[in-house]
Structure formats: structure tokens, C-alpha cells
């Protein structure tokens, strides 16, 4: 018991400590997830998952795979095809058998399995994984549309590769005793099916009786919870790994379905998600023994290295030949394919069946598909980056703001961090009001930015930052509450005063952003100073000229709102916070106008000093006299 206790209380630690350092190093947390496992697993012994959990540790992760793919799928939404240009189809339709044979090739003839071992473990090569491909696309800035191609993809393509290695295996098990290729695929693809339509089902259940009050609020995130599990093992009961087809298509389903309730229950799912990836990493890569690690060869080396530079490229480039997709995003697609938790708790269930086959080579599958992780996330975890750059598939580098209300404040701050290269957006349901700002060259949304449709018609990844800037301080609040779990309680701001704890009349901090400004001016002091021609001004500092002499630089009126790290990131001075400026940062200041008579008398006195100046030099330089150079010369 104590035992069980500590080794789950190391693999919390452990796996959301690695996602906290992945957060602040800009490292990849599937790497670090990894090293962590083997450093406390096979490598110092501190713990082994096996010998806590016995045999409750492959049902374990096979729940948690689960989960996992049912939250990818929940973010599938089918408007997002259309941008792909029928990239993500090719993939499914013709990238799947490609990439079969082409490792199968591979695992016979460099790797040296033999045939129904290489057949097998090629089609779980297929995966790619969410479990990877997710965080990975989470701590890049990858454009759009190869995004969406690379995260459908990996969970799409999931369930596809735990089918194919079961028509593999339920071939070779059934051949023994004469059967044919034709007498396995077809109950299998019924099995498929069927687990299809049951996940189908479960997923109209749950969007019928969710918005009428069949379960109460309290209860819907674990009724999903429960739903999802319940028909995972259901569908596996028909036939193995039909579980995962089952709970993919319930969360695909459910995403394209009309389920408001679902937009409260995105909070606690992408949690689970996040536990569940930090946990079974953690868990999978501690569990691998050394013995298995003895029997990796040198010949693996060279199957490793055909793996990533033979078949993956064959598999994108056969595959989106003649597409829409470009020749930069297509390359660095054939790049970008790491393997996950799939690919290894899959190879760990069949090496166990293929043994008992008769298979000497099942043996090898759990050491060698570790090996094509590890391989895959470290080239492509630590490359993505500069590949996406070379490629120029790269989104913008500089988190952008999104504002909503086209005020005329927010749009003269909006044509400020234009000017410094800041992307900016301003999201409105005026037209009329969205003019003024597409006139001085501002990005505009036009629509109604708490509306569902906003989701799939304006990608909101681009944005680490809001600002609610409308007169209707209620209203801001209301959209910093909707945006906080996406983009960070810290990162959502509004214009209005912060009331006190005491104060019963105003909002409390709970539901609404950080007021702008360290005094948190309300909205009538904006559109009051707005109309005394107040603006703002950028002063960047360096060492000589720090925030103390460019606060001293400014009317005693003026109050900081923002600065832009050197590095691209954004922070607002508030109420609450306020950032410390550095060397190389550029502050963003609201100040009064100045006094034309101020400006005159200020502007004559700087003349004065700098004729005085010239003239000290020049009497400096005649009393010093003439001195004498190498050759005598005056000099």
C-alpha cells in the first residue's frame, strides 16, 4: 500500500513538475516527462511501476490512452477540414497503408524482425499521437493550417494504427489453423464499426439529455468521465482495441454537436488530459527494464534513422502529391511525426501475444518501440522550431493582444503596438465602429466574440493577451471569465475600476480581468482624458536610460499601461501587478497632452545648454594650447 502511495505521489510530482519547467524553459515537456521516468525507473531504481501495481498497470494506461483520445477529439471540429485542403483525408485514405508497408520494409529488412513481427509493428508506427503532437504544437509557433493537418492526424490516425496491428495479429493467430486474410478482415472491420456507431450513440445521449436537464450541473464532467470509460471497455469486449475507435468518435461527435454545457466541462477535461500525459509517460518510460534495453542493436540505429528520414517523407509526399498544401508545409510535415503513449502501450500488449505465438522477435517491440519515442520526440521535440522557420511555416512569434470594443482608445492603442510590430486584433459587432480602426490599418473581427461560431472562424492561439475595452464594464468582465481558462487568468484585462473586497456594489476580482493602469481608472476617467487629447507614447529603455528617467521624462498625470519584453512578451501594469522593466524593453505610457508654452520654454532651454556646451568645449580646447606630436608638429 505505501509503496502504490509513493509511486503515485512521485509520478504526479514528477510529470507536472517536467510540464512546469517545459512552461518556463520553452523545453519540450515530453522530453523532459521522459527523462524523468528513466532517471527514477531503470536507471537509479527508485521505483518500478510493475512490481506497485502489478497487473492493474496495462488496464491503467489503456484508460488514461483512452481519455486522452476522447479530449483530442474533442477539439476536432469539422469546419477545420476545410482549411486543410483534404490534407488530413489523404493522410487517413492513402497515408496509412503507405506508411504500413513502407515500415514493414524497414522492421524486415534493416531492423531484421521477422515477417509477422514487422508487419505487426509497422502498423502501430502508423500513430503518430496526440500525447506528443499536442504540447509539442502547444510550445511552437507553427501557422495554422500545417497545425491542423498534424493534430488531426495524430488523433485521427491513433485508432487506425491499433487496428492495423490488430489485423495483423488476428491474421497470424487465425492462419495457424488455415484461416484466410478474407475470414479476419471483415469481422474485424464489423467489430470497427460497430464500436463507431456505439460511440456515436453515446455521444447523442449525452448532447440530448445534457441541455434538458437530465443531469444535474454538479454531475456532468463526471457522468462524461464515467461514459467515456464504461465505453471504452464495452467496445473492447467486442473486440480488442475497438475501444479506441469507440472513444475517439464520441469525441468527434460530441464536438460537432450544439452542447453548451460542454464549453463548462472544458476546463476540467483538458485537466484530466494534462494529468493522464504527465502520469502515463512517467509511468511507461520507469517500467522499462534494462534487460530490454540490452537487446537493442546497432542494426536499430539504422532502422531508427530510415524511420525518420525514409518513411515518413515517402508517407506525406506520396500522399499530398497534387494537393493544395504547399511544398514548404509539406516538407515540414515529413518531418514532424513523433510517436507516444499508443505506440508504446500497444507494442507492450502485443509483445506479450506474439510470444505466446511462437514469435521469438515479440520480445523486442517493447525496447524497440521506446526507442523510436525517444528518437522521434528528441529530433522532432528539439527541431520544430528551427525547421518551422527554415520552412517559414512559422505563426507569429510575438504573442498578439485581441481587444474587444472599438473604442477610440483601443484603437489608438492598437495603432501604437501595430507600430512596434505587436499583432493586434479588434473584435466588435459594429461595423461601423470596426471602420475607424480598419482606417489607421488595424486587423478587425467583426462578430460577436462570446459567440460559438467565434471558436471555429477566428483562431484564438494566436493571441497571449485580452484586453476587454468596452463601455460596459459588466460586459468586459463577462468575456475576461469566458477567456481566462484559455488564456490565463493573468493574461485577461479590462478597462474599469477595481472595487475593493468591501465594496458590496463593485465586481468581484473572481469574475472579471485586471483593471488596466496602476490607479485602475473607470471608464468615465478614460473617455474623459480621451476627449482632453491625451495619447500614448513608447519610450525603450537601455542602460543609460532606464524606467526611473523615463517615468521622470513624463507630466506627473502620466500612468504606465504596458511593456514589451525584448523577448516578445507582453505585461500590463494594473492594480494589482506591476512588471519590473528591463534593459532593451519598450513601455507603452497614456500621458496628457503637452502645454504648448511648457513645450516652447522646455525646448529653448535644451538649445541654451547644448550652445553652452559647444561653447565649453571650444574654450577647454584653446587653454590646453597646442601639443606636441612624434615629429614636433602641432597637433
Not at 37 to 47: L, R
Not at 101 to 128: D, H, K, M, N, R
Not at 141 to 149: E, L, N
Request: hydrophobic letters at 50%; one cysteine or more; proline letters at 5%.
Amino acid at each position: 500500500m505505501e509503496e502504490q502511495a509513493l509511486v503515485i505521489a512521485l509520478v504526479g510530482v514528477l510529470g507536472i513538475g517536467a510540464q512546469w519547467v517545459a512552461w518556463r524553459t520553452g523545453w519540450p515537456a515530453i522530453v523532459l516527462m521522459m527523462v524523468a521516468g528513466f532517471a527514477v525507473g531503470p536507471v537509479f531504481g527508485i521505483m518500478d511501476p510493475h512490481h506497485a501495481f502489478g497487473e492493474l498497470l496495462e488496464p491503467a494506461v489503456a484508460i488514461g490512452v483512452a481519455l486522452i483520445l476522447f479530449e483530442g477529439g474533442l477539439s476536432l471540429n469539422f469546419k477545420e477540414l476545410k482549411k486543410t485542403g483534404g490534407a488530413v483525408w489523404r493522410l487517413v485514405v492513402l497515408g496509412v497503408p503507405i506508411a504500413w508497408f513502407a515500415g514493414s520494409l524497414a522492421c524486415y529488412y534493416i531492423a531484421g524482425l521477422v515477417w509477422p513481427v514487422s508487419i505487426l509493428f509497422a502498423g502501430i508506427l502508423v500513430v503518430t499521437g496526440p500525447t506528443v503532437v499536442l504540447p509539442l504544437l502547444r510550445q511552437s509557433s507553427v501557422a495554422q493550417r500545417p497545425a491542423a493537418i498534424l493534430k488531426w492526424e495524430a488523433i485521427v490516425n491513433d485508432p487506425f494504427g491499433a487496428m492495423c496491428a490488430v489485423i495483423a495479429y488476428e491474421y497470424f493467430r487465425a492462419s495457424a489453423n488455415g484461416a484466410t486474410i478474407f475470414d479476419v478482415v471483415p469481422q474485424l472491420v464489423f467489430a470497427a464499426i460497430a464500436a463507431a456507431v456505439l460511440g456515436y450513440a453515446a455521444a447523442w445521449v449525452i448532447a440530448w439529455s445534457f441541455p434538458r436537464g437530465m443531469v444535474p450541473e454538479y454531475l456532468k464532467a463526471p457522468v462524461l468521465l464515467v461514459v467515456v470509460v464504461a465505453l471504452f471497455v464495452a467496445s473492447n469486449t467486442i473486440q480488442q482495441e475497438t475501444g479506441l475507435v469507440a472513444v475517439t468518435i464520441m469525441g468527434i461527435a460530441l464536438a460537432n454537436m450544439k452542447v453548451d454545457s460542454l464549453r463548462d466541462i472544458h476546463p476540467f477535461k483538458q485537466n484530466i488530459a494534462v494529468i493522464m500525459v504527465s502520469g502515463i509517460f512517467v509511468l511507461l518510460s520507469a517500467s522499462l527494464e534494462r534487460e530490454s534495453l540490452a537487446l537493442l542493436e546497432w542494426r536499430f540505429v539504422l532502422f531508427l534513422l530510415a524511420i525518420l528520414f525514409l518513411v515518413r517523407p515517402a508517407t506525406i509526399l506520396i500522399s499530398l502529391a497534387f494537393s493544395k498544401v504547399p511544398w514548404n508545409e509539406r516538407l515540414f510535415l515529413a518531418w514532424i511525426a513523433p510517436r507516444g503513449i499508443v505506440a508504446v502501450a500497444i507494442s507492450g500488449l502485443f509483445a506479450l501475444r506474439l510470444s505466446d505465438l511462437g514469435y521469438g522477435d515479440g520480445s523486442i517491440l517493447i525496447s524497440l518501440s521506446f526507442a523510436v519515442v525517444v528518437a522521434t520526440i528528441v529530433a522532432h521535440g528539439f527541431t520544430v522550431g528551427i525547421v518551422s522557420r527554415w520552412l517559414k511555416v512559422t505563426g507569429s512569434t510575438t504573442p498578439g493582444i485581441l481587444m474587444v470594443g472599438a473604442t477610440p482608445w483601443s484603437i489608438a492603442l492598437a495603432k501604437e503596438m501595430s507600430d512596434i510590430e505587436v499583432p493586434v486584433l479588434i473584435a466588435d459587432t459594429s461595423w461601423w465602429r470596426l471602420s475607424k480602426a480598419r482606417q489607421q490599418g488595424v486587423q478587425t473581427y467583426h462578430g460577436e466574440i462570446l459567440a460559438e461560431s467565434t471558436e471555429h472562424s477566428l483562431d484564438l492561439s494566436q493571441f497571449g493577451v485580452l484586453v476587454a475595452a468596452t463601455e460596459n464594464e459588466a460586459y468586459n468582465a463577462l468575456v475576461c471569465n469566458e477567456f481566462a481558462p484559455e488564456i490565463g487568468r493573468d493574461a485577461v484585462y479590462q478597462l474599469g475600476e477595481a472595487g475593493g473586497h468591501d465594496d458590496p456594489r463593485a465586481l468581484p476580482p473572481s469574475i472579471r480581468g485586471r483593471s488596466l493602469f496602476e490607479s485602475g481608472v473607470d471608464m468615465d476617467e478614460i473617455y474623459r482624458r480621451q476627449q482632453q487629447g491625451w495619447e500614448f507614447r513608447k519610450t525603450r529603455l537601455s542602460e543609460r536610460f532606464g524606467f526611473e528617467e523615463a517615468q521622470a521624462a513624463l507630466p506627473a498625470d502620466a500612468d504606465f499601461l504596458l511593456l514589451v519584453r525584448k523577448g516578445g512578451g507582453i505585461r500590463f501594469f494594473t492594480h494589482a501587478t506591476r512588471p519590473t522593466p528591463a534593459a532593451g524593453d519598450t513601455v507603452i505610457s497614456y500621458s496628457p497632452p503637452e502645454d504648448p508654452v511648457t513645450e516652447k520654454v522646455q525646448a529653448k532651454k535644451e538649445k541654451r545648454a547644448k550652445i553652452q556646451a559647444k561653447a565649453d568645449a571650444e574654450t577647454g580646447a584653446k587653454q590646453a594650447g597646442p601639443q606636441e606630436g612624434p615629429l614636433g608638429e602641432a597637433t
